[in-house]
């Protein structure tokens, strides 16, 4: 897997994340972050390469009006 040239204060792609810290579990990269909301949350980078995730939760939450 090649790493991204990522690093702390970046922000990740379209997404309402901001890196913190990289993180390994189980052989694939986690990205430790924190959304635009405040929430730090772990995120694996697959995801949000792909744009499976682009929050913490809160993007899902205002879309569905709750």
């Not at 922000?11 to 405040?38: E, H, N, P, V």
Request: glycine content about 10%; some cysteine.
């Amino acid at each position: 897997m090649r790493i991204p040239s990522i690093h702390p204060g970046d922000r990740l792609y379209d997404t309402r994340l901001t890196m913190i810290a990289r993180l390994y579990q189980s052989g694939s990269m986690k990205l430790r972050c924190r959304c635009d909301c405040g929430v730090i949350t772990s995120v694996f980078w697959c995801n949000v390469r792909r744009g499976k995730t682009k929050s913490c939760g809160c993007l899902r939450r205002e879309r569905n009006g709750a």
